[in-house]
């Protein structure tokens, strides 16, 4: 072999299956399930883990993981995870849900998952919209928003305000950590990646419930470009949804 | 060896049967007339290490049992009629996703919040799916705490044979009476057989996916008749039910739960007078002793149905003997509960045919 042997920097995680995903171009859920499978490879959790798939987008979530999986009713995904890890303390529970699943129909299941501080990781898809079901408004719809159901865009007086869940749930006490990312620029994804990173580690050190809230561009509801709409996350969604850690109870430090 | 004959409240009997069946998972919220059943696992769940949880609605903790039975566990949740329309989405993903569970309805009166007085009134609800989508329980309805803490054991097994929920479908009465039981050997649920679809981190094997979601049209149709072969099997194998005094009887009062037991004091009290009275009562709601009650009305006599509903039960009596006799209701909805004499008059009534007790049914 010569000493100019390839070295292999970049390949699919063994956490993701070889499937072409369903996703809009410029969604962040690509982006987001990369993530996950990354981090479970790197840490060595694929064979432990059990995921729980929500409704909405990425309802379809078990045909791109490549480890255990099952699919909840609507918002119960955190209920669903109670159970499976109520049975199984020893292994990984994943809850992976979006913004109408886990801050509207789930919302119950959502706080009081946390509040009995359930050693589950979940990971937040905040698009500020309802994706499957053709662009509605969500709970984290910011004001102003054109939805299909918010004509004029939404009116708080009509249609309430956006709903911040992580800031809700941090008051609960058995939230461990929480932090609040967006899916848009390289340096936020890998500030992403470090985020989960550290909600795994909470859940593997049995301190308690932990959540990352992910921004994530939808342009297809949001009727943008790709471009634009990881710009607007940017710099329209955090005026609503502020970036960075929520609550950090963990003592953990930074995850690196 | 089987535990000493113990007086025990209904509740408790279905608590500890659920324990000994190896039951070790609880979720549930509260709800009159069947609390003492979760009030009772809190603490004898603890003492076998297993898990009991007090939700925060009935959806959630239906869907805990989901996520408990998808890793493996022997689960149950109990609640009374509101409570189990609230399970209805939870229940019908049980179906799909194909995953055992025992569910008890202490029955309530209803519709809406109703009272708490017995009543059967959740009968459709029970054997017709009160969720979306084709779908079948099995339901079993005692009669005693003897018979409760018999089918809460077999339950669970049906459970898992089937890979299904069953139903055990009892009433505030039956929960809150006390009798004397004895309780089958406990089983450690270490050493049932293992299942294999269950969650467990995909150690050594292919990962695995539970779902219930079929968006290609043939391939929900092939999953739809795969259940109705299952419950086809089931209908073929698990119908239960008691008769009484039905040899030479004239009327046969068709009743179940409850209602039978004070249908059987009328039957008793009419013997007594002289009269060939008996009484067919189904265990099995669904699936139905269609051909065992058909086969006993082919003998001619007269079929009269009493249930704490307003006339629910007697559709699958119409169903099951056809125009072969005549069919006559005594349907009471929840609150009052009839006497064993009120039962007798309406027997009478049908015997006389003067019309006075109950009515006709036709198909």
Same mark, same amino acid.
């Given at each position: 072999m010569s000493s100019t042997a390839l070295k292999k920097l970049f390949s699919r995680p063994e956490s993701l299956k070889p499937n072409m995903t369903h996703y809009c171009p410029g969604c962040g859920h690509s982006v987001a399930h990369r993530l996950v499978a990354e981090l479970l490879?790197?840490?060595g959790l694929r064979e432990k883990t059990i995921g729980v798939a929500p409704v909405g987008c990425a309802v379809l979530a078990y045909n791109y993981f490549n480890f255990d999986m099952v699919e909840a009713p609507h918002g119960r995904a955190l209920a669903v995870a109670t159970g499976i890890k109520r049975v199984h303390p020893d292994k990984f529970v994943l809850t992976y849900q979006g913004d109408g699943d886990l801050a509207a129909i789930g919302t119950a299941e959502t706080i009081h998952a946390a509040n009995r501080g359930e050693k589950i990781s979940t990971i937040f898809i905040n698009n500020a919209i309802y994706g499957m079901t053709g662009g509605q408004m969500a709970p984290t719809t910011t004001v102003g928003l054109v939805a299909t159901t918010t004509p004029g865009g939404r009116d708080p007086d009509r249609d309430g305000a956006p709903i911040d869940i992580s800031q809700m749930l941090a008051v609960c006490q058995r939230t461990v950590y929480i932090e609040r990312c967006a899916l848009t620029s390289v340096k936020n994804i890998q500030k992403a990646k470090r985020a989960i990173k550290k909600s795994f580690l909470v859940q593997l050190n049995n301190l308690g419930f932990s959540l990352v809230e992910l921004l994530s561009p939808c342009p297809t509801n949001w009727k943008m470009n790709p471009s634009d709409a990881w710009k607007w996350t940017e710099s329209i969604l955090t005026k609503t949804y502020p970036l960075g850690v929520i609550k950090d109870t963990s003592g953990l430090g930074d995850v690196r | 060896m089987p535990s000493e004959k113990m $007086?025990?409240?209904? %509740?408790?009997?279905?608590?500890e049967a659920a324990v000994r069946a190896g039951c070790r998972y609880y979720f549930g919220y509260p709800i009159t007339p069947q609390n003492e059943l979760p009030e009772y696992l809190s603490s004898r769940l603890l /003492?076998?290490?297993?898990?009991?949880?007090? %939700? /925060? =609605?009935?959806? %959630?903790?239906?869907?805990?049992?989901?996520? !408990?039975s998808v890793s493996g566990g022997r689960v149950m949740t109990s609640s009374s009629s509101p409570?189990? =329309?609230?399970?209805q989405e939870g229940i019908s993903y049980l179906c799909g996703q194909e995953l055992p569970a025992v569910i008890v309805n202490m029955m309530r009166g209803g519709p809406g919040l109703g009272n708490i007085a017995p009543s059967? *009134? #959740?009968?459709?609800? *029970?054997?017709?799916?009160?969720?979306?989508? #084709?779908?079948? $329980? $099995?339901? $079993?309805a005692p009669a005693s705490n003897q018979e409760l803490a018999e089918v809460t054991f077999d339950a669970f097994d049906l459970a898992d044979k089937y890979r299904n929920p069953v139903m055990i479908l009892g009433d505030g009465l039956m929960g809150q009476m006390m009798e004397p039981v004895i309780f089958r050997d406990p089983i450690d649920p270490k050493e049932l057989p293992p299942k294999d679809y269950i969650l467990d981190g995909c150690k050594g094997r292919e990962p695995r996916a539970v779902f219930s979601m079929l968006l290609d049209p043939p391939t929900l149709y092939q999953h739809n008749m795969k259940l109705q072969k299952k419950y086809e099997e089931i209908t073929a194998r698990e119908v239960r039910y008691e008769t009484y005094q039905v040899n030479d009887a004239e009327l046969i009062l068709v009743a179940y739960g409850t209602a039978s037991r004070i249908a059987k004091g009328a039957v008793n009290r009419l013997r007594r007078e002289g009269f060939r009275v008996g009484l067919f009562r189904p265990v099995t709601l669904w699936p139905y002793p269609k051909e065992a009650l058909r086969t006993l009305a082919r003998g001619g006599a007269k079929i009269g149905v009493f249930e704490l509903s307003v006339g629910q039960m007697v559709e699958d009596v119409l169903m099951s003997v056809g125009s072969t006799s005549e069919v006559y209701l005594h349907g009471i909805p929840g609150g009052p509960i009839p006497t064993? !004499? #009120?039962v007798a008059q309406?027997?009478?009534?049908?015997?006389?045919? #003067?019309?006075?007790?109950?009515?006709?049914?036709?198909?």
């Open positions: 490879d790197e840490m | $007086l025990m409240r209904g %509740a408790h009997v279905v608590g /003492e076998v290490g297993g898990t009991f949880i007090q %939700a /925060e =609605s009935e959806i %959630a903790s239906i869907n805990m049992v989901i996520g !408990a409570g189990i =329309s609230l399970k059967q *009134a #959740d009968y459709f609800q *029970a054997t017709r799916g009160g969720g979306h989508g #084709d779908y079948r $329980l $099995l339901v $079993l064993p !004499a #009120d309406f027997a009478l009534s049908v015997l006389k045919g #003067d019309g006075l007790v109950g009515r006709k049914v036709e198909i």
